[in-house]
């Protein structure tokens, strides 16, 4: 099959930035897959309180979506195409920090928030500046 065969193609030579991107993917698919098996792991890792609601289901659809950002960090950063890299680095000093800021004051999963609205940052300017070495 094509698609099975182009997922599991070697990529060219990658650049430093690209690895990282594509590792941190692997970090969020990782993460996202775990919130999506086990819901429960908000309360083990971080020791939130126990569910009130349907909140159980609200962390699979979080996780679903981690998942998937994951996969295509993974293979965007695969594709050593240096517009991933730099795509990615944008939402993730702006945009996360912001949205997930404002649900962690809200009181949504403050200590996942918190925790992503802090990660998801620090590894994008990690990628920007790996990005920006190579410009040097």
């Known amino acids: ?5 182009d997922l599991l ?6 650049s430093v930035a690209s690895q990282y991107t594509a590792i941190n993917g692997l970090l969020y ?16 890792i971080f020791m939130d309180a126990a569910f009130a ?16 950002i994951g996969w295509l960090y993974v293979f ?3 594709s050593g195409a240096r517009q991933f890299v730099a795509a ?3 939402d993730r000093v702006t945009l996360v920090p912001l ?15 918190t925790t992503f609205a802090i990660l998801d940052p ?6 920007w500046l790996l990005l920006d070495r190579k410009q040097r």
């Open 9 to 14: 193609e070697k990529p060219a030579a990658l």
């Open 88 to 90: 990615s680095v944008l």
């Open 29 to 44: 698919l990782a993460s996202g897959l775990l919130m999506l098996a086990w819901p429960g792991a908000i309360q083990t």
């Open 76 to 78: 965007g950063g695969r």
């Open 53 to 68: 609601g349907h909140e159980e289901a609200l962390v699979r659809l979080v996780g679903m979506l981690l998942a998937v």
């Open 99 to 113: 949205t997930l800021a404002a649900l962690a004051l809200a009181g949504v999963f403050p200590h996942v928030m």
């Open 1 to 5: 099959m094509s698609v099975v065969r």
């Open 122 to 127: 620090a590894l994008g300017i990690g990628a």
